[in-house]
């Protein structure tokens, strides 16, 4: 044919390069790896030109094609031909287009041949198109031919790779195609196979598979498909298989609904379809789905890119819209959440579809409940089956209101953590079980009951309510927890509490008084009887006969009973406490026990005394402050019948006191306080610790003690069976270190003068000593507590001081402490001080020179001679230079420094000698004399000022003047003069201090640093 030759004409040089270049063959047919994967890209063109059905008949030696789709043309002879270049438009509806897809035949044969009414040619050398002779009988069909000749693949490898394809061919084969409806195939002589699609309705296809006509499997879906957008010809689609009942054939009656026939196949391996599934995709969904899919080059895997995620995204929005006709066709039950994907599923690139049916479930009423309706799954709650029965979705909401929606009970799931169950975790459905309902009794029906709650519970039934036990018991509520609620019968119908309430006799009738539950709620549920006595229910036994006498006689806060009325009944709590002590609990509140006072008071209100026990309380009581005050028992119990020791006993089991009692408080109030809770870093919370102790009261009592008073502190604190007492403990939170103080009740003993001693005197525990303590208070010195408060401790300490002074007296040499004392306060003189009078002290003690003449009688007649031949006095008058205002300038600095320096006593010190002694002598008019010497010289100042003047002692006088080592450096040492005020020189050899006051030495620094100024400046 012309057409066939020009495209050959076209061809050639393609077929020659393809023989010089074999490689590009070899990456043609490595793009379709997977074996007679050319049967489907066959079936895909036979798709595109919209044939109704389409044969394979497989031989040895070939395989052979034929569809009723449109015939061929000159294009698709061109597009056949060649590489990389179909005749298929972008944007068309067809699936794939002819030129690579094809080339997937080549693996098989070297020569294939098409026979169409319009053309028929042959093709070699892989693009090469050759004339060949029509066939008759093909009418308007269009067959191709496979000869099994490529040297790479022999015919019996390519016979048996093909068989097994045909074989195994998946009813998905023909789900999601547009225009073929049937696929035939048949293995050389054998029986024609085929795969029929029937359309039920618009969601329901049967994909059947026949041999020669008779039905040998069947598959049945619902697909629900849209087109894509911007891409009308082609869909998107999701698909959920569909499997029979058990006990169900494959086949349906069409005169039976089709949800009572089949069901959603939840196990399905989902697929993912480009038209047909892609052998290495893999969506982990319960369903397939398909899409005009972008494949990789061998067409087994999608392809990761955008255009496929849009249409990823358009099939989870179809699926979650998908779960709405599910709904209206009935096949969305509590077992199709079996098929929802979950958050843990592996969905790689197909995630967007679990988002989009989960948010579909959680909004809009999809997801099943337990009344087998729908509803959002954000108004679900879940629980247990029974519990669901029990509690109806009207009971629910009225017990978790106000809501601003109706709560409903979600479906049930078969299994804890099984699939059904995660996905409605996973949409937050949330619990609502035993211990809710428990927590909303606890709640509504406690100290203020609701009333509708109420009301709803008096509504139920006996039956109802051992339902409700039988739920609580099950579910692990503490029945303690319920003990105060009213929910249990009585005979008669009402509800009481459980704490208030006995189990009837065995006759199951009740022989007293007491509430009574009715015996129907627990008959033949020994197991309710068991909750019931959990949750507080007692036996009537004479506790309960107590019980009712108190709370007829002496509950409120003005008892008032009969003398021989209460004398009778405190013989009865008497022996009850006494032969079971754990009954005394019955009595807390209860205004048991009448007080001095004749008033009818609690246990905690009183204390023991004469006549009933010699404890000392009365007296301590009697000082205490209200809040801490008790009162002590009547004495008019003496005539009452009752052993005073039984009742004391029996007034000690219900909280009176029979001692002082530490009582364990918070460290808010101790001393410590501040510090421990500044220094502690850590976080408050309530894994911290808090803990102090203290004798409530006991501040009154230490302020006034007596003997009788104190003796009873000291034996509460010898009672004591360990020191806890103690030490305080304080840690911010669970992270911090505890911290360890005195508590407040050592402390506020160790402060307090309160321990006797012999004379009548008390003081404090430091002051004690053990010879002066008075009878009756027994010591021991390895008790610690003695050691917490300090006792005897400063006396301890002054003998020890005196031991050790002693001692080292001795060690040092001297003759008694008085020495010893001394030397301390010499060492504490300043050095210079301690030089000058040991130097004074030396020097007293050596001989004073003295040379005897020879003739003490010629050396005075000498001597008088010579002085009277002396020449006479006489003067002469000289010139001299008088500086101005000298006398003025030290007369004024006699004046200052006097009123600088005299100290309290009226007595003027030297600077340097400061208050070693006085100075030598007196003037006559009985003033000290004292020099005034000027301190910076004229070498270091041309100016006179009051204040650069000394007051000295004649000897250190001349020493400054005449023997002074450190005139250069007394500008410079002023200036780094110290706070001691002292200023270190060197006089005649020996290192002393100048001693100034405040006042001098500031104006005296302030001279200095004018008269450097005014040098400067001139």
Same mark, same amino acid.
């Given at each position: 044919?012309k057409?066939?030759?020009s ?6 040089d393609?077929?020659?390069t ?9 990456i043609v ?10 049967i ?22 070939k ?17 056949i031909?060649n590489?990389?270049e179909g005749?298929?438009p972008?944007?068309g ?37 050759t ?14 031919s ?7 693949k ?25 225009h ?17 699609r029937?359309?039920h309705?618009?969601?329901h ?7 020669a ?5 069947v598959?049945?879906y ?5 087109p ?10 999701v698909?959920?298989?569909?499997e029979?009942?058990d ?6 009656d069409?005169?039976?609904?089709l ?26 969904l ?5 899409a005009?899919f972008i494949?990789i080059?061998?067409?087994s895997?999608?392809?990761?890119c955008p255009?496929n +995620?849009? #249409?990823?995204?358009? %099939?989870?929005?179809l699926?979650a819209?998908? $779960? *709405?006709?599910? !709904?209206?066709? =009935?096949? /969305?039950?509590?077992d ?29 009423e ?7 309706g ?12 029974s ?8 009971d629910?909401?009225?017990?978790r +209101?106000? #809501?601003?929606?109706? %709560? ?6 078969? $299994? *804890?953590?099984? !699939?059904?169950? =995660?996905? /409605?975790e996973a ?21 203020a ?6 009301a ?10 051992q ?5 609580l018991?099950?579910g ?19 509800l ?6 006995y ?20 008959d ?12 507080g229910?007692?036996e009537a036994d ?10 007829r ?17 405190l013989k009865?709590?008497v022996?009850?406490?006494e032969?079971e002590?754990?009954?005394a ?7 048991v026990?009448?007080?001095a006072e ?8 009183l204390?023991?005394?004469d ?8 007296e301590?009581h ?18 009452s019948?009752?052993?005073l ?13 029979s ?8 460290c ?7 510090r ?6 850590g976080?408050?919370?309530?894994r ?5 102790y ?5 501040d009154?009592v230490l302020?006034?003690?007596?003997l ?12 004591q ?14 992270g ?13 003993l ?17 002051e ?6 008075p009878p ?6 390895d008790w ?13 300490k ?14 040092l040499g001297?003759?008694?402490?008085e020495?010893?004392?001394r030397?301390?306060?010499f ?6 001080e ?6 004074r ?19 005075e007649?000498?001597?008088?001679d ?5 020449q ?5 008058e000289?010139?001299r230079t008088?500086?101005v205002?000298?006398a ?20 003027m010190?030297c600077?340097?000698?400061?208050r ?9 008019d009985g ?8 301190f910076?010289?004229r070498?270091a100042?041309?100016s ?9 002692c ?17 500008y ?21 201090t ?5 006042k ?16 400067s400046?001139?």
């Open positions: 044919m057409s066939v030759r495209v050959a004409a076209d061809r050639v393609l077929a020659r393809l023989k010089k270049h074999p490689g590009i063959r070899k047919e490595d793009q379709y790896p997977d074996r007679a994967h050319f489907f890209e066959l079936l895909q063109n036979a798709e595109d030109v919209r044939a109704k059905t389409a044969e394979f008949v497989l031989h040895r030696d395989v052979v094609f034929e569809h009723d789709g449109a015939t061929f043309t000159e294009d698709n002879v061109r597009g031909t590489i990389g005749t298929k972008e944007g509806d067809e699936i794939g287009r002819f030129g690579v897809g094809f080339k997937a035949v080549f693996a098989y044969t070297e020569s294939p041949a098409i026979w169409s009414p319009t053309f028929c040619f042959s093709i070699s050398d892989f693009v090469y198109p004339d060949i002779a029509p066939l008759r009988g093909l009418t308007n069909k269009t067959r191709f496979f000869p099994f000749n490529n040297s790479k022999p015919s019996a490898v390519a016979y048996e790779e093909i068989c097994a394809t045909l074989d195994k061919l998946p009813a998905l084969s023909l789900l999601f195609l547009r073929i409806k049937e696929i035939r195939w048949r293995i050389e002589s054998g029986p024609q196979l085929s795969l029929v029937i359309q309705s618009a969601e296809i049967e994909i059947r598979k026949l041999s006509d008779r039905k040998i499997g598959d049945h619902l697909l629900f498909k849209e894509v957008e911007n891409l009308s010809k082609h869909d998107v689609a698909a959920y298989e569909l029979p009942f006990g169900r054939g494959p086949s349906i069409s005169t039976l609904p949800h009572k026939q089949l069901r959603v196949n939840v196990e399905t391996d989902g697929k993912v379809a480009i038209y047909f599934p892609a052998a290495s995709a893999n969506s982990g319960r369903f397939h789905v398909h005009p494949p080059p061998s067409r895997d999608v392809k990761n255009a +995620a849009d #249409l990823v995204r358009q %099939i989870a929005k699926a819209r998908s $779960l *709405r006709s599910l !709904r209206e066709l =009935k096949f /969305l039950t509590s199709f959440l079996y098929c929802i994907p979950l958050p843990q599923d592996q969905l790689g690139n197909y995630f967007p579809i679990r988002e989009e049916m989960l948010m579909g479930l959680q909004q809009e999809l997801t099943p409940t337990h009344s087998h729908y509803a959002p799954a954000k108004h679900l709650c879940q629980a247990r089956a519990f669901k029965e029990l509690i109806s979705e009207d629910l909401n009225l017990l +209101a106000p #809501l601003p929606s109706r %709560i409903r009970w979600a479906t049930n799931s078969t $299994l *804890r953590n099984d !699939r059904k169950d =995660k996905l /409605l949409l937050g459905v949330r619990d609502w079980d035993a211990r809710a309902l428990a927590g909303v009794l606890q709640k509504r029906l406690g100290h009951a609701d009333a509708a709650v109420s709803w519970l008096e509504s139920k039934s006996v039956a109802w309510l339902k409700l036990f039988i739920e018991n099950q692990d509520v503490d029945g303690g927890d319920l003990s105060e609620i009213a929910c249990v019968p009585l005979y008669g119908g009402s009481i509490a459980p704490n208030r309430c189990f009837p006799d065995k006759a199951h009738l009740p022989e007293d008084e007491l509430p009574r539950v009715d015996h129907k709620v627990f033949g549920k020994p197991y309710v009887r068991q909750y019931l006595a959990e949750m229910v007692r004479e506790a309960a006969k107590v019980e009712l006498i108190l709370a006689r002496y509950r409120g806060d003005d008892v008032r009973v009969a003398e021989q009325v209460h004398y009778r009944d009865q709590f022996r009850l406490v032969s002590p754990q009954h609990v019955l009595f807390k509140n209860a205004r026990l009448r007080s004749g008033k009818f008071e609690p246990g905690q209100h204390f023991l005394d006549p009933f026990q010699p404890t000392g309380l009365r301590f009697a000082m205490v402050p209200l809040a801490h005050k008790r009162t002590g028992i009547s004495d008019t119990y003496e005539k019948g009752i052993e020791t039984e009742i004391a006993r029996f007034a000690t089991a219900i909280g009176a006191s001692a002082l009692k530490i009582e364990e408080c918070s808010k109030d101790n001393t410590e306080y501040g421990l809770y500044r220094e502690d870093r976080i408050r919370s309530g911290g610790i808090d803990t102090d203290t004798i409530h009261g006991i009154e302020c006034q003690p007596t009788d008073l104190s003796r009873l502190i000291w034996a509460t604190l010898i009672e069976e360990s020191d806890f007492w103690t030490t305080a403990v304080f840690a911010k939170g669970g911090s270190k505890p911290q360890r103080v005195p508590s407040q009740l050592a402390v506020k160790r402060q307090a003068q309160w321990v006797p001693q012999k004379g009548g005197r008390f003081v404090a525990p430091c004690a000593t053990v010879d002066a303590l009756k208070f027994t010591y021991d010195e610690h507590w003695l050691t917490a408060i300090g006792f005897g401790q400063s006396h301890r002054r003998t020890e001081s005196a031991m050790h002074e002693a001692a080292l007296a001795q060690e001297f003759d008694d402490l020495a010893l004392a030397a301390r306060e060492a504490k003189l300043p050095k210079d301690q030089q000058q009078i040991l130097s002290f030396r020097a007293a003690s050596l001989p004073m020179p003295n040379e005897e003449p020879a003739n003490p009688g010629q050396r007649l000498r001597a008088y010579e002085a009277m031949e002396a006479p006095r006489t003067g002469v000289v010139q008088i500086q205002g000298v003025e300038v030290k007369q004024a600095a006699k004046q200052f420094l006097h009123q600088q320096y005299t100290d309290e006593d009226g007595h010190r600077q340097v000698c400061k070693q002694e006085l100075l030598p002598f007196k003037r006559p003033t000290e004399y004292f020099e005034v010497v000027q910076l010289d070498h100042t041309d006179r000022y009051p204040q650069n003047y000394l007051a000295l004649p000897n250190h006088a001349a020493m400054f003047m005449y023997a002074n080592g450190s005139r250069d450096q007394l410079a040492a002023l200036n780094k003069i110290d706070a001691s005020r002292r200023l270190p020189v060197l006089l005649a050899g020996r290192e002393v100048i001693y100034f006051t405040s001098h030495l500031i104006d005296l620094k302030a001279a200095a640093r004018a008269e450097i100024e005014k040098n400046g001139q």
